[in-house]
């Protein structure tokens, strides 16, 4: 069975700050994909990160960053320079074989300008 | 653009009634599509796989009879909720993977009175 965690249910940044999205994870699978997904107010789900879990080398796209603990089985996202934009509800979500896309409970990032 | 668009947006029906949402890949074939309900608040489950041709997979505890799932061509996916109830109100969620990456449809807001 897979298990998403996110323990912040809420979490607020200052524009132009740093913050930190906490995601953990459980599998039995040796291949599996981790995500990091975008929820605006519209609701359209958006694909913020993805790490493969083979690759040692944390992915980044620009201000996203992920720190990725395979050992602690710990997959958090980093938002460097926070914009007013990024402002959503963040799902951590772990994928094994083609199909299974488990999600987190999500974290609701506010950012004060 | 748009890869993925759900039909209709937002729908309120009647307790008892049925209520078809339809899930349509714009720009490529599409032999699997996924289908997810999200209640307010909280994350997307995971309902439904649905394959060209061939019955849909339920997720444990979905019914199948309730969630009636037709994928009679490689673009479109269809999900009727029959005798709507509710605790049926909800936000569904199709997605579908082309060449390794996952693309969500807009979303459909169902409202049952």
């Known amino acids: 069975a897979q298990t998403v965690t996110q323990s912040q249910p809420e979490m607020s940044v200052q524009e132009a700050e740093t913050v930190t999205l906490s995601c953990t994870y459980d599998?039995?699978?040796?291949?599996?994909?981790l995500f990091w997904y975008k929820q605006p107010p519209s609701r359209q789900m958006i694909l913020v990160i993805r790490q493969e879990a083979y690759k040692q080398q944390n992915a980044t796209e620009n201000r996203f960053s992920v720190n990725f603990q395979k050992a602690a089985k710990s997959f958090s996202l980093k938002i460097s320079d926070s914009q007013l934009g990024d402002a959503a509800m963040y799902f951590c979500?772990?994928?094994?074989?083609?199909?299974?896309?488990?999600f987190g409970t999500g974290t609701r990032l506010t950012v004060i300008p | 653009g748009a890869v993925v668009s759900q039909h209709p947006s937002r729908v309120i029906c009647k307790s008892g009634t049925s209520v078809k949402i339809e899930c349509r890949s714009l720009d490529f074939q599409a032999t699997t599509m996924f289908w997810y309900r999200q209640f307010p608040k909280q994350s997307l489950m995971l309902m439904a796989t649905s394959n060209e041709g061939s019955k849909a997979t339920y997720e444990q505890g979905v019914e199948k009879d309730k969630f009636l799932i037709n994928h009679a061509s490689l673009t479109l996916s269809t999900l009727t909720v029959t005798s709507a109830h509710p605790e049926d109100s909800s936000f569904y969620i199709c997605?579908?993977?082309?060449?390794?990456?996952?693309?969500f449809g807009p979303g459909t807001r169902l409202t049952v009175l």
């Open positions: 997605s579908l993977i082309q060449l390794r990456h996952r693309f």
């Open positions: 979500a772990s994928q094994t074989g083609a199909n299974n896309l488990f």
């Open positions: 599998t039995s699978e040796s291949d599996y994909y």
